[in-house]
């Protein structure tokens, strides 16, 4: 058993030597980051660009602003809309567009079902933010704006989907 060790002992310092000259080792080193880096690659979420309009902030403005945004993909069509209309209600990051939907409105439920997407929103959507004391102010955009243009931010990033909006499961119109 002796002898077996120490031809071990004696292949693993030939070894070290052999690697550890500056010759193999560096290439050593960038081949062990490279496997490290692909690794990270490959377990990181997916992302994919969508694009989110945003109406002009100037006044009397029908202009929409186009922005890109990089969303968790998902194959789940109902969870990519989701993800999708929680990254609209974020608002815009450009100072030339304005918010058209009001932060405090949340996504309720999505349902996807024989290429329809089903999606309520909260209340929160028409009446606008509620203060401190429990009321609402006047939402910033009218309604019925705000509705088209996230049916079109959807028909636009879900082109295969017909797109059936609900606020608190009643059709606002």
């Known amino acids: 058993m002796k002898p077996f060790f120490e031809t071990l002992a004696a292949s693993a310092d030939k070894f070290l030597h052999i690697v550890l000259r500056p010759k193999y080792l560096l290439p050593a080193i960038l081949c062990l980051f490279f496997l490290i880096s692909a690794i990270f690659l490959f377990i990181k979420p ?26 968790p993909y998902n194959k789940d069509p109902a969870m990519f809309a989701e993800s999708l209309l929680e990254e609209l209600i974020l608002g815009p990051a450009n100072s030339a567009s304005r918010a058209f939907v009001p932060s405090s409105t949340r996504v309720s439920r999505v349902i996807a079902s024989n290429k329809v ?22 939402p910033d955009y009218e309604p019925s704006r705000a509705i088209d243009l996230i049916k079109k931010n959807l028909s636009w990033n879900l082109k295969k989907f017909n797109i059936i909006l609900t606020v608190s499961g009643q059709e606002p119109w």
């Open 46 to 71: 997916a992302r994919t660009a969508v694009s989110l309009w945003y109406p002009d902030s100037r006044i009397n403005s029908k202009a929409l602003n186009a922005e890109l945004r990089f969303i």
């Open 117 to 138: 997407l089903y999606i309520d929103i909260s209340p929160d959507f028409l009446f606008g933010n509620h203060n401190d004391m429990g009321v609402y102010s006047l």
